[in-house]
């Protein structure tokens, strides 16, 4: 799963490369993305007959807002951006990264609390993008 997942991101970067060297708008490409996710989950979740039923908890729709505008659409614009500025093959090794953010916010959002393998997992996931991107010194 781990090998499929870094071919998919990997392809994904050299197309968001593609993309920004051809001026695409990353608002416009975020947007077409996202709807097409949409378009097929609607489409899986309707031959599987699956139902849907819509939460009246405000906590459900606040947490929804933040997921669908901070943490999906304005977190793949960043990256997006990134990818634009430093290439698709360096920006990948930024994945290794994303653990120890997510890490870092469920301590600060109180779902998590900090131990010791969060820290080891949090320096070592820093430590290998830094390895990654280091640039090797001329002798």
């Given at each position: 799963?781990?090998?499929?997942?870094?071919?998919?991101?990997?392809?994904?970067?050299?197309?968001s490369?593609?993309?920004?060297?051809?001026?695409?708008?990353?608002?416009?490409?975020?947007?077409?993305?996202m709807?097409?996710?949409?378009?097929?989950?609607?489409?899986?979740?309707?031959?599987?007959?699956?139902?849907?039923?819509?939460?009246?908890?405000?906590?459900?729709?606040?947490?929804l807002?933040?997921?669908?505008?901070?943490?999906?659409f304005?977190?793949?614009l960043?990256?997006?951006?990134?990818?634009?500025?430093?290439?698709?093959?360096?920006?990948?090794?930024?994945?290794?990264?994303?653990?120890?953010?997510?890490?870092?916010?469920?301590?600060?959002?109180?779902?998590?609390?900090?131990?010791?393998?969060?820290?080891?997992?949090?320096?070592?996931?820093?430590?290998?993008?830094?390895?990654?991107?280091k640039k090797?010194?001329?002798?």
């Amino acid at each position: 799963m781990a090998l499929i997942g870094t071919i998919i991101t990997s392809i994904g970067d050299v197309l968001s490369l593609y993309n920004s060297n051809n001026n695409t708008n990353p608002v416009l490409a975020n947007t077409i993305g996202m709807l097409s996710a949409v378009l097929i989950l609607v489409i899986y979740t309707g031959f599987k007959s699956y139902s849907y039923t819509l939460p009246q908890e405000p906590n459900f729709w606040f947490g929804l807002l933040y997921l669908a505008i901070f943490a999906s659409f304005l977190a793949w614009l960043f990256y997006l951006k990134l990818i634009s500025n430093i290439g698709a093959s360096e920006s990948g090794y930024m994945v290794a990264v994303f653990p120890a953010i997510g890490g870092g916010a469920s301590v600060l959002m109180g779902e998590n609390q900090i131990n010791l393998n969060l820290i080891v997992g949090i320096v070592l996931a820093c430590f290998g993008a830094y390895l990654a991107l280091k640039k090797k010194e001329i002798v």
